[in-house]
C-alpha cells in the first residue's frame, strides 16, 4: 500500500525560554513524549515520523487483479451525492460506501481436509464491513480486496431492508428509542440510549467449524434480541428505520 510519510523540522529550546515557563527550571524539563528534556536538545530524531496511507495505485501495465486464497476483488460502489430527500451533498459530508460489485474471486481455502470455495459469485452486490479490506486503485476505478468472511451480505436492491446476511451474521431491524424515562420525562435526540434490542429478519447459512463442515444458527428469523451495543455494522433504511447487521456470537440472549 502506498504511504506517504510527514516527518517534523528541528526545534530546539533555549534555556531562557525554558526558564520563563511558570514552574519550570532552566536546566531540564518533562514532557510525556520525549521523557527529560534538557535545553538545546530536542532534535528531528526524537520525533516519530507521521504516517498517512492511501489507495495502492496499480500501474497501467497490469491488466488484472487476480485474488488470492479467500479474497474477493471489490468495485466500489460511488459515494450518494444526495439525501433519501434529493439534497445535494458536499463531498465532505458524503460517507464512504460500504458496497460494491464483486469482480474477481480467490480459489477459495482449505479447512482440515475440505477444500472450501468462495460462495460469493462475481457480479454479485454485496455490504462489506466498513473498515475491511485494502483499497487499490485500477484502471483510475477504486477497488477493495478483502476476505469472502468481511462480506456482511448480499444485496440485490437499493434498499438495505433487503440485505441477505452470509456466514455467520444475523441482520436486525433495531428497535425503536424509548421517548420517555421511567418517570415520563420527555427525551430528546441527543439524550435517547441507543438501543440495543431488536427483531431478527434474516440470518446467514452459519459457520463453519473445524473440518469446514457447515453449522446453522441458533437463531431464527422473528426473534427478539439483546445484542452488544458496541457491534456490528449500523444501516439506515429508506423507510428511516435502523438496522444492524453483526456476528450471532455478539447476540447476548433471546427475548420472550
Given at each position: 500500500?502506498?504511504?506517504?510519510?510527514?516527518?517534523?523540522?528541528?526545534v530546539t529550546v533555549?534555556a531562557?525560554?525554558?526558564?520563563?515557563?511558570?514552574?519550570?527550571?532552566?536546566?531540564?524539563?518533562?514532557?510525556s513524549?520525549f521523557?527529560t528534556?534538557?535545553?538545546?536538545?530536542l532534535?528531528?530524531?526524537?520525533?516519530r515520523?507521521?504516517?498517512v496511507r492511501?489507495?495502492?495505485v496499480?500501474?497501467?501495465?497490469?491488466?488484472?487483479?487476480?485474488?488470492?486464497?479467500?479474497?474477493?476483488?471489490?468495485?466500489?460502489?460511488e459515494?450518494e451525492?444526495?439525501?433519501?430527500?434529493g439534497?445535494?451533498l458536499?463531498?465532505?459530508?458524503q460517507?464512504?460506501?460500504?458496497?460494491?460489485e464483486?469482480?474477481?474471486?480467490?480459489e477459495g481455502?482449505?479447512i482440515?481436509?475440505?477444500k472450501?470455495?468462495?460462495?460469493?459469485?462475481?457480479?454479485?452486490?454485496i455490504i462489506?464491513?466498513?473498515y475491511?479490506?485494502?483499497?487499490?486503485?485500477?484502471?483510475?476505478?477504486?477497488?477493495?480486496?478483502?476476505?469472502?468472511?468481511?462480506i456482511v451480505g448480499?444485496l440485490?436492491?437499493?434498499?438495505?431492508k433487503?440485505?441477505?446476511?452470509l456466514?455467520d451474521?444475523v441482520?436486525i431491524?433495531?428497535?425503536?428509542?424509548?421517548e420517555?424515562t421511567?418517570g415520563g420525562?420527555l427525551l430528546?435526540e441527543t439524550?435517547?440510549?441507543?438501543?440495543?434490542?431488536?427483531?431478527?429478519?434474516?440470518?446467514?447459512?452459519?459457520s463453519?467449524?473445524?473440518?469446514?463442515k457447515?453449522q446453522?444458527?441458533?437463531i431464527?428469523t422473528g426473534?427478539?434480541v439483546?445484542y452488544?451495543?458496541?457491534a456490528?455494522?449500523?444501516?439506515?433504511?429508506?423507510?428511516?428505520?435502523n438496522y444492524?447487521?453483526?456476528r450471532?456470537?455478539d447476540v447476548?440472549?433471546?427475548?420472550?
Amino acid at each position: 500500500m502506498a504511504a506517504t510519510q510527514l516527518t517534523a523540522s528541528p526545534v530546539t529550546v533555549s534555556a531562557r525560554s525554558l526558564a520563563s515557563l511558570e514552574g519550570l527550571r532552566a536546566s531540564s524539563a518533562k514532557f510525556s513524549s520525549f521523557g527529560t528534556l534538557r535545553p538545546g536538545t530536542l532534535r528531528q530524531s526524537h520525533f516519530r515520523p507521521l504516517v498517512v496511507r492511501a489507495a495502492s495505485v496499480v500501474a497501467p501495465k497490469y491488466t488484472s487483479i487476480k485474488p488470492l486464497g479467500d479474497r474477493v476483488l471489490v468495485k466500489i460502489k460511488e459515494a450518494e451525492e444526495k439525501t433519501m430527500g434529493g439534497i445535494l451533498l458536499p463531498s465532505t459530508a458524503q460517507s464512504k460506501p460500504q458496497g460494491g460489485e464483486v469482480v474477481a474471486v480467490g480459489e477459495g481455502r482449505t479447512i482440515g481436509k475440505n477444500k472450501i470455495d468462495i460462495t460469493v459469485p462475481t457480479g454479485a452486490q454485496i455490504i462489506y464491513s466498513k473498515y475491511a479490506g485494502t483499497e487499490v486503485d485500477f484502471n483510475d476505478v477504486k477497488h477493495l480486496i478483502l476476505k469472502e468472511d468481511d462480506i456482511v451480505g448480499l444485496l440485490e436492491t437499493d434498499d438495505i431492508k433487503d440485505l441477505k446476511p452470509l456466514n455467520d451474521r444475523v441482520f436486525i431491524k433495531v428497535a425503536e428509542a424509548e421517548e420517555k424515562t421511567a418517570g415520563g420525562l420527555l427525551l430528546t435526540e441527543t439524550t435517547k440510549e441507543k438501543p440495543s434490542i431488536g427483531t431478527v429478519i434474516a440470518v446467514g447459512p452459519g459457520s463453519l467449524d473445524e473440518e469446514g463442515k457447515l453449522q446453522p444458527l441458533p437463531i431464527s428469523t422473528g426473534s427478539t434480541v439483546l445484542y452488544s451495543k458496541y457491534a456490528g455494522n449500523d444501516f439506515k433504511g429508506k423507510d428511516g428505520s435502523n438496522y444492524i447487521a453483526l456476528r450471532a456470537s455478539d447476540v447476548m440472549a433471546i427475548l420472550s
